[in-house]
């Protein structure tokens, strides 16, 4: 079970930590993604993270902005993001799959957490 966590309502230009706390079974050997769903919208991954923590994706739209982390002691995964935009409104998602290595593709998730919504106002 995945809980998404630290959305909110913040104005452009500032910071959120969302948190994705998983439960039933241990993160550590299993790559982490990140998905948000604006309205009207597909879902995108906009960040992914490697069972190791080493190899890292991003989505253009958010690089050098938003910063994915996992804990394994907590099995808990991180996604800060800073210098928010109203374009970054959306319901995001966290994802967890059984395989070490991310991918870009929902799909390819078969676990997902319920969401948890951000809204940036301008």
């Known amino acids: 079970q995945l809980q998404a966590s630290g959305g909110g309502l913040v104005q452009a230009g500032g910071s959120l930590r969302l948190s994705c706390a998983v439960s039933g079974r241990p993160i550590s050997p299993y790559a982490v993604g990140w998905f948000r769903q604006a309205p009207g919208k597909e879902r995108e991954c906009v960040s992914a993270i490697d069972y190791s923590g080493r190899r890292l994706y991003y989505a253009d739209s958010v690089k050098g902005r938003f910063t994915i982390s996992r804990d394994n002691t907590k099995n808990t995964v991180f996604l800060q993001m800073n210098s928010l935009k109203p374009e970054d409104t959306a319901v995001y998602y966290c994802?967890?799959?059984?395989?070490?290595?991310?991918?870009?593709?929902?799909?390819?998730?078969?676990?997902w957490g319920q969401g948890t919504l951000v809204t940036v106002s301008s």
């Open positions: 994802a967890t799959r059984d395989v070490g290595l991310y991918s870009e593709q929902a799909n390819e998730y078969p676990y």
